[in-house]
């Protein structure tokens, strides 16, 4: 059987050919995304794996950079592939009706560990990338009140809460964090990284004893999520009133008055571009550092 056909037009990032990746992860055992020496990460486990495929060393870059125990649904990268390796994508056969990269996304399969999955490869229209491209990212965080903790099979996506949550009080603190902040108070500090951010979503949802938080901003500084969830479960236990956290955006560091929630409770669910014709748009929009 014929190979699939290839386009005749690449797109090409400095004479290589961008693709993107749609991925999800179980992050429980992965020293988070980012690729770090001695640990198991998901881009190290990803890295090594298309470096194998393509016979030359890959690297993907994300649209955001998971902590250790974070897990995604929706995490979207890039990587650029040189046209010489690209021909190590395509299998000798191919099964009729598949798409370009569905041989190479089944392979991966193989390679890959259970706890990571490539979902889908394309072609990068021309001014992609993964991660100065994107308009927003969308996170859940999960939680049980049930007296029992978290059903087995739920454990490693859901934090055991033990004390009741007052989840009115949450939703009422969290309208107030909305909008363009900086949100120092509530990042751990990177060197000559912003921490002025587009909020747009954080609404709370109850169903039973689960209680989930639904996350969404233009982007996310370090531990940002797990922070504004910490906060409001303070405010939810009645241990900090309502007005609290938003009295916390005029801190200029990450407060110590509450801890993190637990990172396993966290999931990267999707990630927003625009249309096709944006993109470049996007990616100098998002390059302009934000100053406070």
Not at 161 to 177: F, K, Q
Not at 204 to 230: E, K, N, P, Q, Y
């Amino acid at each position: 059987m014929r190979r699939p056909k290839r386009p005749t037009r690449l797109t090409r990032v400095n004479d290589h050919v961008r693709l993107r990746l749609d991925i999800a992860y179980d992050g429980t055992d992965f020293a988070g995304w980012a690729p770090q020496s001695g640990q198991r990460t998901v881009a190290g486990v990803l890295d090594d794996a298309l470096t194998t495929v393509f016979r030359t060393p890959m690297r993907l870059r994300a649209a955001g950079r998971t902590d250790t125990g974070v897990h995604a649904t929706g995490q979207v990268v890039h990587v650029d592939v040189p046209p010489a390796a690209l021909p190590n994508a395509y299998p000798r056969s191919s099964r009729a009706g598949e798409s370009e990269f569905e041989p190479l996304v089944r392979r991966l399969g193989r390679f890959l560990p259970a706890d990571v999955r490539v979902l889908d490869i394309a072609r990068a229209p021309a001014g992609f990338d993964a991660r100065f491209s994107a308009l927003r990212r969308h996170y859940t965080y999960r939680l049980s009140v049930a007296p029992y903790g978290v059903r087995p099979q739920q454990a490693r996506y859901v934090t055991a809460w033990p004390r009741p949550l007052d989840v009115d009080a949450m939703a009422a603190a969290s309208r107030e964090l909305l909008g363009l902040h900086d949100f120092a108070g509530f990042c751990r500090h990177r060197p000559n990284a912003t921490t002025i951010r587009d909020l747009q979503r954080l609404q709370w949802s109850r169903d039973g004893d689960l209680i989930t938080a639904h996350v969404t901003a233009d982007a996310f500084c370090w531990s940002m999520v797990r922070s504004l969830v910490g906060a409001l479960l303070a405010v939810g236990e009645h241990r900090r009133p309502v007005s609290w956290c938003a009295e916390l955006l005029s801190a200029t560091s990450r407060s110590s008055d509450f801890a993190a929630a637990p990172a396993h409770g966290l999931t990267l669910e999707r990630v927003d571009y625009p249309p096709d014709d944006q993109l470049e748009a996007r990616n100098l929009i998002t390059r302009d550092l934000r100053t406070r």
